[in-house]
């Protein structure tokens, strides 16, 4: 849906605009787009880098696939036509934390790359990091914390993503992170230190 059907409505533009918080921030608002299999490790993950920010004075939010099917998205299930839905509104609602000026990290699988692109082109570039928690079937299934795959062999659960759905690896991620490679705080930092490298935070001081 690229149209809204609702009529007689204008955009109304910002008093505070997204660089006056920026200044006074002195970090960027922009969104951080996990994406991998299921049990790759993204929203452990997200919230660590949020744990990161916290520490250095960002202001962030993690919207995780769960927490929004609970509220926001919960009308819908895992059909294709649901997946591409819920990914469009998790673009948007991202978009407008990052133009409140806050640091939006997303932990969904996102399986198609049409969808995560959609969400990219809500925003200026340089402001939609996309982040590939790059993990093999073997390691996610071995993980399985929810027992999830092991209900997806059994054919319990139908459209899951890497068994009976197919998941598309990004081709062009920002940040590719092997989770099954190095541990989470590496990981983390492997963020944390692209974001300064690209002037989206300042770089903490030398001690």
Same mark, same amino acid.
């Given at each position: 849906?690229?149209?809204?059907?609702?009529?007689?409505?204008?955009?109304?533009?910002?008093?505070?605009?997204?660089?006056?918080?920026?200044?006074?921030?002195?970090?960027?608002?922009?969104?951080?787009?996990?994406?991998?299999?299921?049990?790759?490790?993204? %929203?452990?993950?997200?919230?660590?880098?949020?744990?990161?920010?916290?520490?250095?004075?960002? %202001?962030?939010?993690?919207?995780?696939?769960?927490?929004?099917?609970?509220?926001?998205?919960?009308?819908?299930?895992?059909?294709?036509?649901?997946?591409?839905?819920?990914?469009?509104?998790?673009?948007?609602?991202?978009?407008?934390?990052?133009?409140?000026?806050?640091?939006?990290?997303?932990?969904?699988? %996102?399986?198609?790359?049409?969808?995560?692109?959609?969400?990219?082109?809500?925003?200026?570039?340089?402001?939609?990091?996309?982040?590939?928690?790059?993990?093999?079937?073997?390691?996610?299934?071995?993980?399985?914390?929810?027992?999830?795959?092991?209900?997806?062999?059994?054919?319990?659960?139908?459209?899951?993503?890497?068994?009976?759905?197919?998941?598309?690896?990004?081709?062009?991620?920002?940040?590719?992170?092997?989770?099954?490679?190095?541990?989470?705080?590496?990981?983390?930092?492997?963020?944390?230190?692209?974001?300064?490298?690209?002037?989206?935070?300042?770089?903490?001081?030398?001690?």
């Amino acid at each position: 849906m690229s149209e809204p059907k609702s009529t007689n409505i204008t955009w109304h533009k910002p008093v505070v605009t997204r660089e006056d918080k920026e200044e006074r921030n002195r970090y960027k608002g922009v969104v951080l787009w996990l994406t991998g299999l299921p049990s790759s490790g993204k %929203s452990t993950l997200a919230h660590e880098i949020e744990r990161c920010l916290f520490e250095r004075g960002c %202001s962030s939010y993690v919207l995780d696939g769960d927490n929004i099917r609970h509220g926001l998205n919960k009308d819908l299930g895992f059909s294709p036509e649901d997946r591409n839905e819920n990914i469009r509104r998790i673009g948007e609602v991202a978009h407008l934390f990052a133009d409140a000026g806050v640091i939006a990290l997303t932990a969904f699988i %996102s399986p198609y790359r049409a969808d995560r692109n959609q969400a990219r082109s809500l925003n200026e570039p340089g402001r939609f990091i996309e982040i590939f928690c790059k993990c093999s079937v073997e390691e996610c299934e071995s993980r399985d914390p929810k027992g999830l795959w092991k209900k997806a062999r059994k054919g319990e659960i139908p459209e899951f993503t890497g068994v009976a759905a197919p998941y598309e690896e990004p081709l062009a991620a920002e940040l590719v992170i092997e989770t099954d490679r190095y541990g989470l705080a590496e990981c983390a930092e492997q963020v944390v230190r692209y974001l300064e490298e690209h002037d989206i935070m300042q770089r903490a001081p030398q001690s």
